[in-house]
């Protein structure tokens, strides 16, 4: 599994217009533009342009016009979290159509019984959204990157020792 560089630069750019709300110079409140984006997050500003469409379609942003205009979030940090962004960056990395998008040269995958690899990309995918929905981009911006750590461990933790609790452990 790979990130894409849209869900990752477009994350960063969430987080960069956000630091930039919560911070404390003269600029706090004001909208940034595409060139300030570009220039703090060390990517072009074309791609900060294409990805500023699809955050402001998605209403994750909102565009300012005027002379101190540019981008702005659509709502405040605390609202946003990382399924909803990632979902309208790039989507899910499981969906209940991959195994009709990868079914080979058959009208269905060979596996579409009993396959041991959709319940490994399911379960993936429900950790993931389980983090991904508790966490918000003001999360991203208040803590420090081992406080983010320990707490994707325990929600991931918490969320396996349920499932096994409520399943059974594999192989039984």
Same mark, same amino acid.
């Given at each position: 599994?790979?990130?894409?560089?849209?869900?990752?630069?477009?994350?960063?750019?969430?987080?960069?217009? +956000?630091?930039?709300?919560?911070?404390?110079?003269?600029?706090?409140?004001?909208? =940034?533009?595409?060139?300030?984006?570009?220039?703090?997050?060390?990517?072009?500003? @074309?791609?900060?342009?294409?990805?500023?469409?699809?955050?402001?379609?998605?209403?994750?942003?909102?565009?300012?016009?005027?002379?101190?205009?540019?981008?702005?979030?659509?709502?405040?940090?605390?609202?946003?979290?990382?399924?909803?962004? =990632?979902?309208?960056?790039?989507?899910?990395?499981?969906?209940? +159509?991959?195994?009709?998008?990868?079914?080979?040269?058959? +009208?269905?995958?060979?596996?579409?019984?009993?396959?041991?690899?959709?319940?490994?990309?399911?379960?993936?995918?429900?950790?993931?959204?389980?983090? #991904?929905?508790?966490?918000?981009?003001?999360? =991203?911006?208040?803590?420090?990157?081992?406080?983010? @750590?320990?707490?994707? #461990? +325990?929600?991931?933790?918490? =969320?396996?020792?349920?499932?096994?609790?409520?399943?059974?452990?594999?192989?039984?």
């Amino acid at each position: 599994m790979k990130l894409s560089s849209q869900e990752e630069f477009g994350l960063r750019c969430l987080v960069t217009l +956000a630091r930039s709300e919560q911070g404390t110079d003269p600029t706090v409140g004001r909208a =940034l533009s595409v060139h300030q984006i570009a220039e703090a997050e060390g990517i072009s500003t @074309e791609y900060v342009g294409k990805l500023m469409g699809i955050l402001v379609r998605a209403d994750l942003v909102n565009s300012v016009r005027g002379r101190y205009g540019g981008y702005r979030l659509g709502r405040p940090a605390e609202e946003i979290s990382l399924a909803q962004a =990632l979902t309208v960056l790039g989507g899910k990395i499981y969906e209940n +159509a991959t195994c009709q998008r990868f079914s080979g040269d058959h +009208a269905a995958c060979v596996h579409s019984k009993g396959c041991s690899i959709r319940s490994v990309w399911s379960g993936l995918q429900m950790m993931f959204d389980h983090v #991904f929905s508790r966490t918000s981009i003001a999360d =991203l911006i208040t803590h420090s990157e081992r406080s983010m @750590e320990e707490w994707v #461990f +325990a929600h991931t933790q918490a =969320l396996a020792s349920f499932e096994l609790d409520s399943a059974g452990s594999v192989g039984n």
